[in-house]
T-cell receptor, first 113, second 111 residues
Framework: DAGITQSPRHKVTETGTPVTLRCHQT?????MYWYRQDPGHGLRLIHY???????DKGEVSDGYSVSRSKTEDFLLTLESATSSQTSVYFC????????????FGPGTRLTVT | GQQVMQIPQYQHVQEGEDFTTYCNSS?????IQWYKQRPGGHPVFLIQ?????EVKKQKRLTFQFGEAKKNSSLHITATQTTDVGTYFCAGWGGGADGLTFGKGTHLIIQP
């Protein structure tokens, strides 16, 4: 895969606390994405980035914010975690536009208690 | 918005049997992609189809894109235990929006 790492890989946090997930890539891909995966829902796009400091909302962006200060890093922040945000979060990157081949990271399993 | 439906949700097969999953979009697609996710793993890109009626093969896997560019299928011939996982289709409508993923078909193989 495209040299994508995510940290942490597992996290348990309490309702109301802020959480930041990190995605790091070494492939110099322009596009980066955050998805969540839940049983029965498949993969849903939260936010994506099409360049440094250029981001846009996806299908399920409420309660999430993102930042991209460097090409290689894309951060996902849950300002005040809720139980409904318990999920597996995948970062992905792409060389071409938003409708093209994407490479996924290993995922972060987040549990909000 | 664009919707991508995928069936079946689960498919149990005996090892050596064939398997097919189907994907249908509510709108015409610019392209459709297929991904595989092994249990506990992450989605891995398999292939992209762009042209109307396109058929592509990867060893025992055959991918088709419908003539109207609204549906697609993935067929696996003579399944093996290594084929276990969830197969997702993902369609792109061609605009600024990204991929819309189907909910996936879970392939379970009984030896």
């Amino acid at each position: 895969d495209a040299g994508i790492t995510q940290s942490p890989r597992h996290k348990v946090t309490e309702t109301g606390t802020p959480v930041t997930l990190r995605c790091h890539q070494t492939e110099n891909h322009r596009y980066m994405y955050w998805y969540r995966q839940d049983p029965g829902h498949g993969l849903r796009l939260i936010h994506y980035s099409y360049g440094v400091k250029d981001t846009d909302k996806g299908e399920v962006s409420d309660g999430y914010s993102v930042s991209r200060s460097k090409t290689e890093d894309f951060l996902l922040t849950l300002e005040s975690a809720t139980s409904s945000q318990t999920s597996v979060y995948f970062c992905a990157t792409g060389l071409s536009g938003t409708g093209y081949e994407q490479y996924f990271g290993p995922g972060t399993r987040l549990t909000v208690t | 918005g664009q919707q991508v439906m995928q069936i079946p949700q689960y498919q149990h097969v005996q090892e050596g049997e064939d398997f097919t999953t189907y994907c249908n979009s509510s709108t015409t697609l610019s392209n459709i992609q297929w991904y595989k996710q092994r249990p506990g793993g992450h989605p891995v890109f398999l292939i992209q189809l762009v042209k109307s009626g396109e058929v592509k093969k990867q060893k025992r896997l055959t991918f088709q894109f419908g003539e109207a560019k609204k549906n697609s299928s993935l067929h696996i011939t003579a399944t093996q235990t290594t084929d276990v996982g969830t197969y997702f289709c993902a369609g792109w409508g061609g605009g600024a929006d990204g991929l819309t993923f189907g909910k996936g078909t879970h392939l379970i193989i009984q030896p």
